[in-house]
């Protein structure tokens, strides 16, 4: 019969593979060409969003991106825990979740979705088209540069994902926004 480990153990193995990250991450990859690409991607994009946000739907916009930075990391933490994927490089030491995507990428991209197609058709085709390229073209060169390796995952599953997370997010938004209307009533 297997041991079943106690928490005791688990939480050694957990801080010698924490050390053994950070180590990599010190040693091989922290001030690397790819890790200033990885943090030029984090911060970089958020002035660009800056200069085009519709100011007067700030909140909303806002309120939209957190959602998905909230559903996407989670996603992420879930099947990196899961070992559905890996990430062999990450801009921070010890963080699962790719933050130029899930923080940047992602978010801001779904955010400019979000404010130039409003009515449910185009913003469901857009969206479609996005989640296409994400899955189909985006991943592949992530694995490509070696940022990221699915172990159990395929890009069909991503690319539901990505219209699922929109579309679940939008409408959370606009729930909210209908409710907030209501109560001034």
């Known amino acids: 019969m297997q041991k079943i480990p106690t928490s005791m153990e688990i939480q050694q193995h957990t801080i010698e593979l924490n050390k053994m990250m950070m180590d990599y991450w010190i040693h091989n990859?922290?001030?690397s060409i790819k890790w200033w690409i990885l943090l030029a991607l984090t911060i970089v994009p958020w002035f660009f969003w800056w200069k085009i946000v519709d100011k007067s739907?700030?909140?909303e916009t806002l309120l939209y991106g957190f959602f998905i930075i909230s559903?996407?990391?989670?996603?992420?933490?879930?099947?990196?825990?899961?070992?559905m994927w890996v990430y062999?490089?990450?801009?921070?030491?010890l963080c699962t979740p790719l933050l130029p995507i899930d923080y940047t990428l992602l978010p801001i991209l779904y955010l400019l979705v979000y404010q130039y197609f409003s009515s449910w058709k185009s913003f469901s085709i857009v969206l479609l088209i996005m989640s296409f390229i994400f899955a189909f073209v985006c991943e592949p060169i992530a694995e490509m540069l070696n940022l990221y390796?699915?172990?159990k995952w395929n890009h069909v599953y991503s690319f539901f994902g990505f219209f699922l997370i929109g579309v679940f997010s939008r409408g959370l938004v606009l729930k909210i926004i209908t409710i907030q209307k209501e109560g001034y009533r």
């Open 29 to 31: 990859f922290v001030f």
């Open 57 to 59: 739907r700030i909140l």
């Open 71 to 83: 559903i996407s990391t989670f996603l992420d933490v879930m099947g990196w825990n899961f070992s």
């Open 88 to 93: 062999p490089d990450a801009l921070l030491p």
């Open 149 to 151: 390796k699915p172990l």
